[in-house]
């Protein structure tokens, strides 16, 4: 293992740890999908759906245009071998994993059931909702009835009482997520949805910070302690700190120093995972979604890549600087640029809002190889054909490589909307 790295081979460590660079089957299947969920060990779930909804695009990023009916039997069969928690944030995790989060249900458990909290003080409405799912099994929201629904909604997201009952009771680990229809959530009893075997293992918080610090590292590939916490959300860096020299002592994670990773005028202690691989180049050419772990923590995806990354979503149209919903475009070990992208499925076609080039010189394949992305990009949401607008200095350069026809749209485009908010900012 090299104890120093400059910035590209940096970058190309956490690609392939990532998948990135490998070469795409034909036809990606159960097997893939599996293999490439094992390599993220978790998948993030938003419920944004302009293009496609978050959880399948990390897999189409790395395998190409696939079967999302696959990945749903996967995620939502029954007995399914993922299941729904608060990993990273709102995400699937295998469901053998679930006891490696029993610390993070304790500290909801603390927060959300204290005395003076909406749980504490609603008894009541918890203890019916969580007898009716012991009697009746797993139940959408909609199927479970309650004298509360009749009021007035809370404040939180606009929930009732049963809904909120339902959350606190996942977040503490008392219920599970059985699936899903459509993208509504169906909630079971954790030991209806859990294995027994799962559920009867016993990890204490040292032990499970230090799992998920070295499946953090196995993930990124080279990696800050800021990267290793920030994986799992811990925001315990103390506990982190231990883990990762723990982790040093078995000679699972490699110290390394990385070229432009500074803290001032030292460098940015950094460690490798011992199984990292380094390859001489990665052959890449796609988008990812904000919520891919290649970007979703921002501090990192301005140190590997340069790349200044900020979702749009919640900026008022004017001020929006590249979109509502802005991917960013991978070629090879570099973020080229970024596209803002909207299924229009009545007249099926991919919209191509804005398109911009990142600062620097242009690579002269980019707009080709872009043509190329945003054509498996249509062809995988069974889109025939793609409209580019006018907003971003990349449109008529990709708009010219896809000989594809222009429609208006631009910052005060309005976009759609999120069909079921998760309570982020609430939890987090």
Known sequence: MKQSLSAREARRMALAAQGFGRRSPAVAGTRQLNAMLGRMHTLQIDS????????????????????????????????SPYVEFWAHVAAFIPANDWQLFRFRMDDHRARFTAPGTWFAENLAIVDWVRAELGARGPLRPAEIEHDSRRGARGPWWDWDGVKRALEYLWLIGEVAVAGRRGFERRYALAADVIPA????????????????????????????????????????????????AELVDAGELVPVTVEGWDRGAKPLPAWAHRDAALPRRIDAATVLTPFDPMVWFRDRAQRLFGFDYRIEIYTPAPRRRYGYYSLPVLLDDELVGRVDLKADRAGSSLLVQSAWWEEGPLRPDAPARVADVLRDAARWQGLEGISVASWGDATDAVAGALGAPRHVAGPEAVALAPDEPQPVEAIA
């Not at 978050?54 to 749903?72: I, K, V």
């Not at 953090?216 to 990762?244: N, P, Q």
């Open 197 to 244: 075997s799962a559920l009867e293992r016993e990890i204490d918080r040292p032990q499970a910070i230090r799992e998920l610090v070295a499946r953090a590292a196995s993930a990124y590939g080279v990696a800050t302690e800021s990267d290793l916490d920030d994986y799992w959300r811990l925001r315990d860096r103390k506990a982190v700190k231990r883990a990762t």
């Open 48 to 79: 944004v759906n302009v293009y496609a909804r978050s959880h399948y695009m990390p897999l189409f990023s790395r395998l190409g245009p696939y079967d999302t009916a696959l990945l749903d039997r996967l995620l939502f069969a029954r007995r």
